[in-house]
Every structure is written in structure tokens, then in C-alpha cells.
């Protein structure tokens, strides 16, 4: 990532010659794909600035502020065998204004802590995904979020629970939509989990959530995402699907 930012060439002997599967739909696949990319950058290259990143077996996931083709905020996932790169997917979004509690895409807490509740907290993420906004059981939602602290950097939604709420409820009664049909990934590092969702946004645009969550003693207490609409299929560089 840091490459983007000094030009050393050194990384891309990190990516599997042999195998390099892309999710990036903008991106065609393979290693030639990535270079592809890299030629077409503009005068000054792109910049990666990570803010934050963590380990879950062979996966590697980021959340960073990008110039990448104008000012972006990122998540990035990389799958690993044998010390390759071998697999990629993201999801970016121009960088927005703040949101209505004074809070950015990227600010907020970095630490890494409680090593040993990885996958408890990855259990309450799955539960409130699949229970909350897959299944709509609005009644459960303090089952997974602190009612007391819950801090938001979605560049839409006030911080709290009654931020949460009322988000929901404006989109419901604009005829908006804010729909998650499908949980494919969750991934996480002690008190940090990012899952990966597809599902409808707006006015029903097919869309790919990437959710950050940081929690404490088992509830959530912190979220930044990047909703970003998937390109229709005849618009696709590669065939591998975005999830």
C-alpha cells in the first residue's frame, strides 16, 4: 500500500504472478491487470495513507484514505497463501463531508485491543448483520450496540443509537432504500470487525456494504463504512464477481 506513496517497485513481487484473483470490477485480473492500473496513474502517482489495518488467518484488511483517481476513502481485503498476494476485493467511495455529529470517514480510534475476543466479536457482528439488517428485528438492536456510546462515522448518520434510528426511519419514509440481502465475509482482529455485505442502496441500486466496527465488553461502540454501487455486469473488467 505504502508503494502507492514512494514508487518503489519491491511490493508487486508480493502479489502471486501465477495467481492474482480480482474483485475490483474496475480492475481487469491477474498481475498484468494491477499494472495496468499502475500505468494509467496521473502526474504524482496515487497515495495510500493506511489508517488502520489487521490480521484474520490469511487475510489482511485495511481501511485507508486514498488519492487514488480523486480523494477516496477504502477498505481493502488481501488473501494470502504462502506469502503471496493471491486474492483482492475493496470498496471505495469518494471522500464526503462531515458527518452531522463532526465526524469523518477516517477519524476516531486506532488502538488494537483484546487479542483473545476476536471471535466472540465476530459472532455479534454476524448476529446483529444477519438478525438486524438482514432479518429486520429492529427489537434486538441493543443486543449488539451500546446505548450509551455509539459513535458514528457514516458521512450521513449522528452519532447514538437514535442516530441509527433515525436514519432508518427517513430512509423508510422517503421511499429510499437501505437493504442488505446477503452477509459473504466477516473478518476481525481483536476489537475490530469488518464484514462484507451485498444488498440495495437508495433508490435500489445494487450495492456492496463494508462495514467497520469496533466494539468493547461485546458491544458495538464505533462504525465507519464504504457503500459503493456495483457496476452492471456489462460494464465488469473481469469475470470473478464482486464478492
Given amino acids: 500500500m505504502n508503494s502507492f506513496n514512494?514508487?518503489?517497485?519491491?511490493?508487486?513481487?508480493?502479489?502471486?504472478?501465477?495467481t492474482y484473483i480480482q474483485?475490483?470490477?474496475?480492475?481487469?485480473?491477474?498481475?498484468?491487470?494491477?499494472?495496468?492500473?499502475?500505468?494509467?496513474?496521473?502526474?504524482?502517482?496515487?497515495?495510500?495513507?493506511?489508517?488502520?489495518?489487521?490480521q484474520d488467518g490469511d487475510y489482511v484488511f485495511t481501511h485507508t484514505e486514498y488519492d487514488f483517481f480523486?480523494?477516496?476513502?477504502?477498505?481493502?481485503?488481501?488473501?494470502f497463501e504462502d506469502g503471496f498476494i493471491v486474492e483482492h476485493w475493496d470498496n471505495l467511495l469518494p471522500i464526503q463531508k462531515t458527518n452531522p455529529s463532526g465526524r469523518t470517514q477516517f477519524d476516531g480510534a486506532t488502538t488494537l485491543t483484546d487479542l483473545d475476543k476476536t471471535e466472540a466479536n465476530k459472532a455479534v457482528v454476524k448476529g446483529f448483520?444477519?438478525?438486524?439488517?438482514?432479518?429486520?428485528?429492529?427489537?434486538?438492536?441493543?443486543?449488539?450496540i451500546n446505548t450509551t456510546t455509539y459513535i458514528q462515522h457514516n458521512p450521513a448518520v449522528a452519532d447514538g443509537l437514535d442516530g441509527f434510528v433515525a436514519a432508518m426511519k427517513y430512509f423508510a419514509e422517503n421511499g429510499l432504500v437501505m437493504q442488505y440481502d446477503e452477509l459473504h465475509m466477516v473478518l476481525g482482529q481483536g476489537n475490530y470487525v469488518l464484514s462484507v455485505?451485498?444488498?440495495?442502496?437508495?433508490?435500489?441500486?445494487?450495492?456492496?456494504?463494508?462495514?467497520?466496527?469496533?466494539?468493547?465488553?461485546?458491544?458495538?461502540?464505533?462504525?465507519?463504512?464504504?457503500?459503493?454501487?456495483?457496476?452492471a455486469k456489462s460494464e465488469w473488467k473481469n469475470e470473478n464477481g464482486k464478492f
Fill in 6 to 18: 514512494t514508487g518503489d517497485q519491491t511490493p508487486i513481487s508480493y502479489i502471486n504472478p501465477n
Fill in 23 to 54: 474483485h475490483n470490477l474496475e480492475v481487469a485480473d491477474g498481475l498484468q491487470g494491477f499494472s495496468e492500473v499502475m500505468q494509467h496513474a496521473p502526474e504524482g502517482g496515487f497515495k495510500a495513507n493506511v489508517l488502520r489495518a489487521f
Fill in 70 to 79: 480523486g480523494p477516496k476513502a477504502g477498505f481493502d481485503i488481501f488473501r
Fill in 129 to 144: 448483520i444477519e438478525n438486524v439488517l438482514l432479518n429486520h428485528e429492529m427489537d434486538k438492536v441493543t443486543n449488539y
Fill in 197 to 231: 455485505s451485498e444488498g440495495k442502496f437508495g433508490k435500489g441500486d445494487h450495492t456492496a456494504y463494508y462495514d467497520l466496527f469496533r466494539l468493547e465488553n461485546g458491544l458495538i461502540v464505533e462504525h465507519w463504512d464504504v457503500i459503493a454501487t456495483i457496476p
